[in-house]
């Protein structure tokens, strides 16, 4: 009961603003075929320990399968990129961001033909391919189990188009204007069509940063802060310990 308590405690919920599923707000999605903005929209990120990992609940506007995958749905690609700690590797993969602050350790893409999770060492030079994470759908949200260590991290959350004819799986952005193109006026512009972000944050597709959500407090520096004072508190005591005898 005390491990179920501590668990639901440590739960971690982020809204997303809704309707800004188009990028800098001149994405124009695909026709062919067609793709809603609510099923690529980003409402809300959820994350709580389990006791044999974590789970996460990504929910969105609708959940749109115009690939008619069997798991029900198709429409996008969602990536979760998880800091556990100190280091880590600061690209967000290949959705052409970077980690505004720190870096990430875990790596979960998910679409509805497959999953995958991978994770990173501390230098963000090595990385391993994980057990694949379960996705199920709950409304209009995907439910993703992986084994990542229960804990309270930050976190960095995209929503890209879905194509099986792309690396990766994800619909890159481009000038083109066919019925399978996500067009849009850059050529440098970030895959993701919205990132989960406070209402106004739009340096994601401005300078191609993405600020972290969660537990965002740089641990090392905290317990150094805390070594250090517990240091000066003794340097106190003996000085007043060596007063008190003279």
Known sequence: MLLLLLLTASLLTVPDPAGDALGDGGYILPRQPAVTEDALDL??????????????????????????????????????????????????????????????????????????????????????????????????????????PAGSYAYWVTSSVYSPLSAGGVLKPTGSTGPGSLQTGRADAPTPVDVLAPAGDTRAFTDGTLAPVGDTRDRASVILAVLGGLALLATVVATVAIWRRR
């Not at 996460?56 to 506007?61: A, D, E, H, Q, R």
């Not at 029900?72 to 690609?77: D, E």
């Not at 505004?100 to 995958?116: D, E, F, I, M, P």
């Open 43 to 148: 409402r809300s990120f959820s994350a709580a320990p389990q006791a044999t990992g974590m789970r996460f609940t990504v929910s969105l506007g609708q959940i749109g399968n115009p690939w008619n995958a069997p798991s029900g749905f198709s429409a996008g690609v969602t990536d979760i990129f998880i800091k556990t700690g100190p280091g880590g590797q600061t690209a967000l993969a290949d959705t052409g961001l970077r980690a505004r602050s720190g870096g990430w350790h875990y790596h979960l893409r998910v679409t509805g033909y497959g999953s995958t999770l991978e994770r990173t060492d501390d230098a963000g030079e090595q990385t391993e391919r994980l057990t694949a994470p379960t996705v199920q759908i709950e409304g209009t949200g995907l439910v993703i189990d992986a084994a990542v």
